[in-house]
């Protein structure tokens, strides 16, 4: 629902880095949010400006200035995780209540009742401290890849992507995800049946990652194979499909101008 107006504002670069999970998160919410995108501008001698964001960096009033930023009335926000858990907590649920109590006013701008069963769902952060252990554990886990990724894709020394390597440490680590989510036998969600914000930033991810292998099923191999990651990534799109075909949506560059893998 980006673009709107008398919502969150969520500052990031225009690429889908770090931003897209944030992005999708909101999305799936359908919480109202306006984007500010900021661009690298390639300078006459090759280097890389920043100016579109150096700008505004310290007039924007954020306590640690970065991107990602997100602003909600007077909270001002960066880091991606307290992003992430500020959404899925307090204002998410606040604002899927009020649009629940509402829910026959189709004109309603919080909640797309075209989301499926986001309405629904109890939270997007766990709503146990086991299940928010698990959620936080899985996060950690897919910074892990993510680290690999982002390392090889901004390699300054030789300035190639060594995709092979990606893919082989993500085929690595997979199994680790797949033996998780099938511990969960009650839904098609890494955590069962409650979709998390988890879900998103593995979907995220997947996506990323299989267009650097070549395929999902280069990734992910065979149709046979790691069933329960499929069934976890055919349980979001829907969530999120309206989105990937707007206008809004970011599908490349990946990684910011300025990396060798965009």
Not at 170 to 185: G, I, V
């Amino acid at each position: 629902m980006g673009g709107g107006s008398g919502g969150m504002v969520l500052g990031y670069w225009a690429i889908r880095g770090l931003g897209q999970p944030i992005r999708l998160l909101l999305e799936v919410s359908g919480i109202e949010y306006e984007e500010k995108r900021y661009a690298l501008e390639k300078r006459a001698d090759g280097t890389w400006s920043r100016d579109q964001w150096f700008d505004v960096k310290h007039k924007l009033g954020l306590p640690f200035p970065n991107l990602p930023y997100l602003i909600d009335g007077d909270l001002h926000l960066t880091q991606t995780q307290a992003i992430l858990d500020h959404g899925t907590r307090s204002t998410i649920r606040r604002r899927r209540r009020d649009a629940m109590r509402t829910r026959t006013d189709h004109r309603h701008p919080v909640l797309s009742l075209s989301l499926l069963a986001v309405a629904d769902l109890a939270g997007l952060n766990g709503s146990t401290p086991k299940e928010r252990a698990e959620i936080a554990m899985i996060s950690g886990f897919s910074g892990d890849v993510r680290r690999v990724y982002t390392q090889e894709a901004y390699r300054p020394s030789s300035g190639e992507f060594d995709g092979p390597k990606v893919i082989a440490y993500a085929k690595s680590q997979l199994p680790f995800l797949e033996a998780f989510a099938a511990s969960k036998t009650d839904g098609p969600f890494l955590l069962g049946k409650s979709l998390s914000y988890v879900d998103v930033l593995w979907y995220d991810l997947i996506d990323q990652l299989a267009v650097v292998a070549g395929g999902r099923d280069a990734l992910l191999g065979t149709s046979g194979e790691n069933p329960n990651i499929r069934a976890m990534l055919d349980a979001v799109h829907p969530l999120v499909v309206d989105y990937v075909r707007s206008d809004r949506f970011i599908d490349r560059p990946f990684n910011n101008l300025s990396a060798c893998f965009k």
